[in-house]
Antibody, heavy 125, light 107 residues
């Protein structure tokens, strides 16, 4: 079955940086859009960013624009999230997920069909 | 941004009950609506895509309906493993937004 494994989380001071990784396996990674979703402690889900198969298109939620960068390395089957200028409100579990497309709708309906287990990022002094 | 509002925020139900959760969008999103289930400490799991499509491997007791602004997730006969938090999500336009969640608890 599809496997996504995040790593790179930890404790970082406000204003600091962190790079998250997501290792993908058991599917053709280069054939899918990928995404990051976060969940603050005890809170709901928030979509963060997504990236096209070849990395040519990237989209971000406004709250992270200019601070976070999503990227991928298809040769390594890996997705990344470079986070800088971190704030306390960025504290969350960060999940990577695969993006599926339901082609019955035009344009296709996007959904997140497989998720990793998440990695916790804590921004605190 | 499109706001997604779920109701109720929580509910108590018994095994075997029929459960209905509602999700309302702040503007029309056609059928670009997904449902996820999350149990404590676990990643979300996709249940329903495009308002009514049953994700592979998801039991048939789960169903989704609606279009435009009003959507429903129904569990026809609640099972012990269904006690969880459920989220709706719109993917009509970015930023893709989620509802605040509905926690289904044991009565």
């Amino acid at each position: 079955e599809v496997q996504l494994v995040e790593s790179g989380g930890g404790l970082v001071q406000p204003g600091g940086s962190l790079r998250l990784s997501c290792a993908a396996s058991r599917f053709t990674f280069s054939g899918y859009w990928m995404t990051w979703v976060r969940q603050a402690p005890g809170r709901g889900l928030e979509w963060v960013a997504n990236i096209k198969q070849d990395g040519s298109e990237k989209y971000y939620v406004d709250s992270v624009k200019g601070r976070f960068t999503i990227s991928r390395d298809n040769a390594k089957n890996s997705l990344y999230l470079q986070m800088s200028s971190l704030r306390a409100e960025d504290t969350a579990v960060y999940y990577c997920a695969r993006v599926s497309l339901d082609l019955k709708l035009v344009p296709p309906c996007v959904a997140f069909d497989y998720w990793g287990q998440g990695t916790l990022v804590t921004v605190s002094s | 941004d499109i706001q997604m509002t779920q109701s109720p925020s929580s509910l108590s139900a018994s095994v075997g009950d029929r459960v209905t959760i509602t999700c309302r969008a702040s503007q029309s999103i056609s059928s670009y609506l997904n449902w996820y289930q999350q149990t404590p400490g676990k990643a979300p799991k996709l249940l329903i895509y495009a308002a009514s499509g049953l994700q592979s491997g998801v039991p048939s007791r789960f169903s989704g309906s609606g279009s435009g602004t009003d959507f429903t997730l129904t569990i026809s006969s609640l099972q012990p493993e269904d006690f969880a938090t459920y989220y709706c999500q719109q993917t009509y336009s970015t930023p893709w937004t989620f509802g605040q969640g509905t926690k289904v608890e044991i009565k």
